[in-house]
């Protein structure tokens, strides 16, 4: 089974903090996505890498970057959190290939609460 | 269906009855098509996908049908249980060159026992 990993369920930071989101895919999965989940919003993405240090910005990547040294790893940070970065945070891998499905596989996801 | 905005879609659906959610997708030149379930706490969850050169795909229960010409497509579960109660995503692919997929916003479906 592919599993997909995110470091916390739930989180706590302050304004100002420096805040760093862990993921990790154990299928040797090319592609990783973060997304951030609101209510009535969907799914949107932030930053996607399809190769280890390859980034590409999402359609929201304002407020964060990300980091990929390892393939199985993504890391999402957030520089300086704000409260309107408090949302579920969803991290995703899929396989690299025209001729193979793209479908996306999910972590549990992280509840990021900025106080 | 799904739409842009802040409150979710909801349906409502007795238990053992059909259900249907339905979603509209926005690019013409998408080639493929996921339904994804996300349960409460969770993270969404893969149910079935379909390609464009495809109307209708089966699987356990779940059944995706894909109208090209109005850019529709749809979920009909089956004989509904109350673990099917979640949040249902579709999703496309919009074939940009890369394999990002866009999603819609979710409908809430909920089973009345």
């Known amino acids: 089974d592919v599993k997909v990993t995110q470091s916390s369920r739930y989180l706590v930071k302050r304004t100002g903090e420096k805040v760093f989101l862990e993921c990790v895919q154990d299928?040797?999965?090319?592609?990783m996505f973060w997304y951030r989940q609101d209510p009535g919003l969907g799914l949107r993405l932030i930053y996607f890498?399809?190769?280890?240090?390859?980034?590409e910005k999402g359609d929201i990547p304002e407020g964060y970057s990300v980091s990929r040294e390892k393939k199985e790893r993504f890391s999402l940070i957030l520089e300086s959190a704000s409260t309107n970065q408090t949302s579920m945070y969803l991290c995703?891998?899929?396989?690299?290939?025209?001729?193979?499905?793209?479908?996306?596989?999910f972590g549990p996801g992280t509840r990021l609460t900025v106080l | 269906g799904e739409s842009v905005g802040l409150h979710l879609p909801t349906l409502s659906v007795q238990e053992g009855d059909n259900s249907i959610i339905n979603c509209a997708y926005s690019?013409?030149?998408?080639?493929?098509f996921i339904w994804y379930k996300q349960e409460s706490g969770k993270g969404p969850q893969f149910i079935i996908d379909?390609?464009?050169?495809?109307d209708k795909r089966q699987g356990q229960r779940v059944t995706v049908l894909l109208n090209k010409t109005v850019k529709h497509l749809s979920l009909q579960i089956a004989a509904t249980q109350p673990g099917d109660s979640a949040v249902y995503f579709c999703?496309?692919?919009?074939?940009?060159?890369?394999?990002?997929?866009?999603f819609g916003t979710g409908t809430r479906l909920t089973i009345i026992p």
């Open positions: 690019n013409s030149a998408s080639d493929y």
């Open positions: 999703a496309e692919n919009p074939n940009f060159g890369n394999e990002k997929l866009t």
């Open positions: 379909i390609r464009s050169n495809m």
């Open positions: 299928m040797d999965h090319e592609n």
């Open positions: 995703a891998s899929s396989p690299r290939g025209t001729l193979l499905n793209n479908e996306q596989f």
């Open positions: 890498s399809y190769d280890v240090k390859m980034k």
